[in-house]
């Protein structure tokens, strides 16, 4: 049906601020690129994990940023500041608990994300860079964990975070000094809170949200790997990168074409 005249002017005005901003960044069509891809047709619901780690981050995220509001990170005010998030905050008690128990379901998801890219060899050429960037993200979330968990300064706060920080001092070489660095000092004391409140609230969550923007733009780069089992398998013929050889794989060379 050919679009009424009135119907064109709507769209050409509900556009207009796209257009505009379009013209001036390219940032629509960057949009595009990155939502509008191909994928394989036999993907299936295991494709979704990272994704669902990604939306338990946001909610870390959201959460994080409200407790930051009302939390004191000094050793005589950070108990009480939790206990009035708890029980005198309209939801406080309800952000809190997404934020502690949402830390959970974030580290279970990542693993079971990448079971998921292990078992489906998404990790091989040309996706390690990838599977490198995700073992780091591993890392710091679980370095967020370690640091949020002394934040409720209680004695299994304090009592965990002395067994973590002795563990760690056990590191041959590194070992001591990386002790020295989390504590703040000789001893855990009112200078290792604040150290892993800052750890925990800009150093780290920053550290992610770059590895993360690094990791999506290599997936829709690089694509999403069909299953093992696909009777089309995902897969194009190489470009020629220009790359120094040897810095690239050859299949045909290894037997496997
Ligand atoms: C904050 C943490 C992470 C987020 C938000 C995240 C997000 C994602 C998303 C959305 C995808 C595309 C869809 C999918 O395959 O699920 C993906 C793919 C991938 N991720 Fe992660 N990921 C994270 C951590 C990890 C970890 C810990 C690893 C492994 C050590 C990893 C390795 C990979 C690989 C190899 C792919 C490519 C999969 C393929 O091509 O099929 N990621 N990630």
């Known amino acids: 049906m050919a679009k009424t005249e009135r119907r064109k002017q709507l769209e050409a005005a509900?556009?207009?601020?796209?257009?505009?901003?379009?013209?001036?960044?390219?940032l629509v069509g960057y949009t595009k690129w990155f939502l509008f891809r191909k994928v394989p047709h036999d993907i299936s619901w295991a494709q979704t994990l990272g994704a669902a780690a990604l939306t338990a981050f946001i909610v870390q995220v959201l959460t994080g940023v409200i407790l930051a509001m009302y939390y004191k990170p000094d050793p005589a005010s950070a108990y009480p500041s939790v206990v009035n998030i708890t029980e005198n905050l309209?939801?406080?008690?309800?952000?809190?608990?997404?934020?502690?128990?949402?830390?959970?379901?974030?580290?279970?998801?990542?693993f079971f994300h990448m079971a998921?890219?292990?078992?489906?060899?998404?990790?091989?050429?040309?996706?390690?860079?990838?599977?490198?960037?995700g073992v780091l993200l591993l890392v710091s979330g679980m370095l967020e964990g370690f640091?949020?968990?002394?934040?409720?300064?209680?004695?299994?706060?304090?009592?965990?975070?002395?067994?973590?920080?002795?563990?760690?001092?056990?590191?041959?070489?590194?070992?001591?000094?990386?002790?020295?660095?989390?504590?703040?000092?000789?001893?855990?004391?009112?200078?290792t809170l604040p150290k892993f409140y800052s750890l925990h609230m800009l150093l780290i969550p920053g550290l992610i949200f770059a590895l993360i923007g690094l990791h999506l733009y290599l997936v829709v780069r690089l694509g999403v790997t069909s299953p093992p089992w696909s009777e089309t398998a995902a897969g194009r013929e190489r470009e020629e990168t220009g790359a120094r050889e040897g810095l690239i794989r050859d299949p045909a060379v290894e037997g496997e074409v």
């Open 14 to 26: 509900a556009l207009y601020p796209l257009d505009w901003v379009e013209e001036r960044s390219g």
């Open 147 to 191: 640091t949020g968990y002394l934040l409720p300064w209680d004695q299994t706060a304090y009592w965990a975070t002395v067994v973590g920080i002795n563990l760690n001092a056990t590191a041959p070489f590194v070992g001591p000094f990386l002790a020295q660095f989390l504590q703040g000092g000789l001893n855990i004391g009112p200078d």
């Open 116 to 133: 998921r890219t292990f078992l489906f060899g998404a990790y091989k050429y040309p996706r390690e860079l990838n599977w490198i960037i």
């Open 90 to 110: 309209t939801l406080g008690w309800l952000v809190r608990g997404m934020h502690k128990w949402g830390a959970s379901v974030f580290i279970i998801l990542l």
